[in-house]
């Protein structure tokens, strides 16, 4: 029988020798395997045939086996068929042969790389060496195996009785911690996976279930969980469609905007060139911070469709495991839903902005030419941003200047922040100082668009100035906001704006950065309420600066009160 099998294989092996091409190839993956020892997964070396007729190395067969011990029974690693007494181990010439012929040929010591176990792989848990990919896991003995080492589950009678699923690395999870016992129920008390003894033991008098059972259960709130992804998949993409139609109306009024404010202008282009550019600026800074809205809402409300796409094909994938307590473990996780993105309707009042362009500009025309350009400012709605990353990029390194601080001021990180101390503190004396009230101006001179941040603790003015304003005597004349050459923002409890010494009360929310954007030419001075990459809008200036800017800080004379011009990117 052994040199019938023996010849069979030499006959198998001449054949694949007369095949060509891709049936060769496939013969020779094939007998890659038939030749390999199924211990050390090498082509056979000195090869022996047991009694059973499966094939090993010499060495590795009495490796397996141990001490000659003739009444110790011995079993084949592959079959399990046992020998009393050990059987008498002798080198099978003819397979020698055929092996030493087959490395003739190229063929390699060992599978294919492509049967080896990788990283992401399940590995067969009876090869001993380098392991195989696993192509089966076994719910009974909770182990996976490779092709070789499954084949005894398909030859003996007990394990074909055996559940066998795609492989999985998570078996572990299907045995009790604590009785070392499959478990094959499921407690609805605690709504977990248990094993016979906790049934009889800690979850005695619960309501439990088979896992099949509670798998069926819990099958349909699967599906029911699929069909709110879906529905919600459906609603995202409207959301999206409607968006995208909110673009197409923007860009439409607004090109319809630009053209009729530009037939409008070219009636007074010799008197009106530059105001006919700046609101032709602000109407594609409305149009782009629009259109700009709308795509980031598309894009986060693709990114969830492919999130929820995601989740559906996991439940799916879930839903056809065959290992029940896999199921069980894996389902409350998946089938939990992240809050929805809130996605609003079109803001159709945004766009009334165009047409209060034409209006404005319709308006300007009728009116005397010297009323002209402050008609416009009054009339055109401004365009409101509330992303920080719009002003970033108008960003501003401002450093305080030393000589102007009072001596009640003290400087530090690189001249970016001041504390109010108490005490005076020594230093020189300076035609630029301030010395009527506690306070500090920027070195550099602001024109064009700026924008910076300010970081406070206690009671703070925020403010901007012209670098003649006054530096001692009476303190109306040098305090900021009191005076016609500076403007300031109060920050501590609540906000108040002040110039010209004119209170102005502001409600917003309280926060421990203020931002400051400034549009020189425009004669726009606004500060915001910072927060993370937020901001709101406090207060606007609306005015028409006649020298450059400093950026100016003022702290309340109480100690410890700081102010800190941030670095902002």
């Not at 105001?275 to 782009?288: A, G, L």
Request: charged residues 25%.
């Amino acid at each position: 029988m052994m040199l019938l099998f023996t010849v069979r294989k030499v006959q198998l092996f001449r054949q694949s020798l007369l095949f060509g091409g891709e049936m060769a190839q496939q013969r020779k993956q094939v007998d890659e395997l038939r030749f390999s020892c199924s211990i050390c997964l090498d082509l056979l070396k000195d090869p022996v045939t047991i009694p059973c007729g499966h094939n090993y190395c010499m060495n590795c067969i009495k490796a397996m086996w141990g001490e000659e011990d003739q009444e110790k029974t011995h079993s084949c690693p592959l079959c399990r068929r046992s020998f009393t007494p050990r059987p008498e181990l002798l080198k099978n010439t003819m397979l020698a042969e055929l092996v030493e012929e087959l490395k003739k040929t190229g063929l390699q010591a060992a599978p294919a790389d492509l049967c080896y176990a990788g990283a992401e792989d399940v590995a067969c848990d009876d090869c001993t060496e380098r392991k195989l990919k696993a192509v089966k896991s076994c719910l009974q003995c909770v182990a996976s195996y490779c092709e070789q080492h499954l084949q005894h589950h398909y030859e003996s009678a007990a394990l074909k009785k055996h559940k066998l699923v795609e492989p999985s690395e998570k078996l572990q999870e299907n045995i009790c911690s604590r009785h070392d016992e499959v478990m094959k129920i499921f407690c609805r008390t605690d709504q977990k996976c248990i094993c016979l003894v906790c049934s009889m033991d800690k979850h005695k008098g619960h309501d439990t279930v088979s896992a099949a059972t509670a798998r069926a259960e819990k099958q349909e709130q699967l599906t029911q969980s699929r069909q709110n992804i879906q529905q919600r998949i459906q609603d995202r993409e409207k959301d999206v469609k409607e968006l995208q139609q909110e673009v197409e109306t923007t860009n439409r009024s607004a090109d319809k905007a630009v053209e009729d404010s530009e037939k409008i202008f070219t009636e007074l282009i010799r008197l009106m060139e530059k105001r006919r550019s700046d609101v032709k600026q602000r109407i594609r800074s409305q149009q782009k911070l629009d259109v700009s809205w709308a795509k980031e809402r598309q894009q986060k409300l693709n990114q969830e469709i492919t999130e929820l796409k995601k989740k559906d094909a996991e439940l799916e994938k879930l839903s056809l495991t065959e290992d029940h307590t896999q199921f069980l473990h894996s389902y409350p996780s998946l089938s939990a839903l992240t809050g929805s993105t809130h996605s609003p309707g079109p803001k159709i009042d945004r766009l009334e902005f165009f047409k209060d362009v034409t209006a404005a500009v319709t308006a300007a025309v009728t009116a005397a030419r010297d009323k002209l350009q402050q008609i416009l400012t009054e009339k055109l709605p401004f365009v409101e941003s509330t992303s920080r990353t719009e002003f970033l990029q108008y960003s501003r390194q401002i450093t305080l200047d030393p000589n102007t601080a009072h001596t009640r001021l003290v400087s530090s990180e690189g001249n970016r922040k001041i504390t109010f101390n108490n005490k005076n503190t020594p230093h020189p004396q300076h035609p630029d100082r301030f010395t009527s009230a506690c306070q500090v101006l920027s070195e550099e001179g602001l024109t064009g668009r700026c924008y910076w941040e300010v970081e406070k603790s206690g009671g703070v003015r925020v403010a901007v100035a012209y670098k003649s304003i006054s530096r001692s005597g009476d303190l109306n004349a040098s305090l900021f906001g009191y005076n016609e050459k500076s403007w300031s923002l109060y920050c501590h409890s609540s906000y108040n704006f002040m110039h010209d010494n004119q209170l102005t009360p502001i409600s917003g929310p309280g926060s421990s950065r203020i931002g400051v954007y400034l549009d020189h030419s425009a004669g726009i001075l606004s500060f915001y309420s910072v927060s993370s990459d937020t901001m709101r809008l406090l207060h606007r200036v609306l005015t028409t600066f006649t020298e450059p800017l400093h950026a100016g800080l003022w702290l309340h004379p109480s100690t410890g009160n700081t102010a800190k011009v941030c670095e902002v990117k």
